[in-house]
């Protein structure tokens, strides 16, 4: 590699040039003369610079082809880059795909920023108790300086899934660490919220008291409605009510219903980072020395690693200094991991399944021919099979008019479109197939016989 050039490009990067570094970078690339791995390290920082020029739509383009040179071993890097930026393009699914290659790269020394990164895209998702899962691991993380922000928003993962004694739990644990005023005042706020939900009035007072007693933060919406409840109960003697309140509306809790995302550079590893839903001071207490928060965005990009985890340790023993906050973790996951398993065998008991009853019938319909080895139940013999399929009418958009579900067996009542344009009713049986269903027999259904 042409190292002036690179030096030169690193440089321009440095003094915010950024136009100027991407076109030394593509420079350097163009020299040739690349040893194993230096092809893969340029195209991640032309992705970077792509990214300061607020294109992310081009740095996957480049972080892609640094995914290709396979001598470059900065995979989970790479891949939280790209789950960053597909994130920034509002394309969650790609985004939660790039930040599991992330987290399963064992090299990865900061995997915290994969599983917050993960967690925010699977919250716009709408999949609260997977990004509760992810913001877990990332609070887990010993690399993580900040459990704070997780804690928080698996917090707000418990109040979207209804769980708020669970949210308290989690804001409780939280509290534990330092940060910076603003944040524990949303923190305190969340909280309020959370104990309302619970019915606990005057602890829920209290919060919200804390939360804006320095006078520089001020109450969302419905964190002020819940606040106006919790003062009424409290005036008229009712400090815990044995029936909780509705739940108030959950977009006061810091959450972006927008799809906003917050650009920032805490390291190489997330250049756009969407992972917090709420304004935070960058931490930069315990950096080495040299450091500041105005220059620590950039100067994480030319860290050495033995700087890097000499931070990474410094913040850790700042933040870990009470014993039972990992204690008090480790109950909230376990919590999740009932509700989520609770919640699985009542959805089995109510004949729900993946791929459910729909989906197995519109699949045998739409090529009766293709999916005969795949969707019948092992007991259905060759010739009742066959039987069977002589009855199907192929049609690729199937009307599902009704399903009977029970846990074991299923039934599916369906209209197909005949090829000479008349129609044909059919009733499907199914059974439980594992977390599935198979058809275990086929028959016209005629609704005025039965």
Known sequence: MNNELFSQARALYESKNYEGALAVFTQCLQAGGLAPGEMGLIYHRIGNCLVKAKNPAEAIQAYTQATADTAYDAVGSVNCNLGMAYAALHDYEDAVRHFEIAVSDAKYATPYKAYSGMGNALMKLGKSAEAGIAFRNAALDEANPDPTKALLNLGVCFMALNRPADAVASYESALQFSMQPETKNKLYANLGQA??????????VNAFETAIADKTYF???SASVDYQRAVGAVAQGSAEISQALPAADMSGLDVAADGTQMYSDPDATAIIDPSYYYDQEEYVEGMPEGYSAAAAEDRFFNASDEELEQWSKGLVKQERKRKGVGLKIAIVIIVLILALFGGAMFAYTQGYGFPTQEMVVQELFADPEAAADSVFANGVDEASRDAMLNLVSADSDITVD?????????????????????????????????????????EFFFASQN
């Open 219 to 221: 109450l969302s919406d």
């Open 402 to 442: 009704g399903v009977n579900k029970t846990m074991s067996n299923s039934e599916v009542f369906a209209t197909a479109q005949t090829a000479d344009g008349g129609e044909m009713q059919y009733k499907i049986s199914l059974v439980r197939d594992i977390i599935g269903w198979k058809v275990s027999n086929i």
């Open 195 to 204: 104990y309302v939900a619970c019915g606990q009035m005057q602890k829920a």
